[in-house]
């Protein structure tokens, strides 16, 4: 079992920046993929970005240029990130770790963008 603790979220303006945390409770090493994702009113859960234990990564095209998924092994924690935010971005986004068949979530961590 692998327990993912958010922090980071809160309420910024348009154009700012916030930088998401999500600490681990096994090696970053260990899991096989960790991501965001993030889920607005109305909407569906969707993946925002995601990094492998390769270092590879990948990002939803409405967030390319503008937000970054990195990590610190030695910490166990993944990062997202955000600059030049939107009204669009306002959603609770959730910290995703996926081990072979086992897929684990963190709380939620809430962003709101106003417009």
């Known amino acids: 079992q692998v327990q993912l603790v958010e922090s980071g979220g809160g309420l910024v303006q348009p154009g700012g920046s916030l930088r998401l945390s999500c600490a681990a409770s096994a090696s970053i090493f260990s899991i096989n993929f960790m991501g965001w994702y993030r889920q607005a009113p109305g909407k569906e859960r969707e993946l925002v970005a995601q990094?492998?234990?390769?270092?590879?990564?990948n990002y939803a095209d409405s967030v390319k240029g503008r937000f970054t998924i990195s990590r610190d092994t030695a910490k166990n924690t993944v990062y997202l990130e955000m600059n030049s935010l939107k009204p669009e971005d306002t959603a609770v986004y959730y910290c995703n770790g996926q081990k072979w068949t086992s897929e684990y979530w963190g709380q939620g961590t809430q962003v709101t963008v106003p417009s």
């Open positions: 990094i492998t234990s390769g270092a590879s990564t």
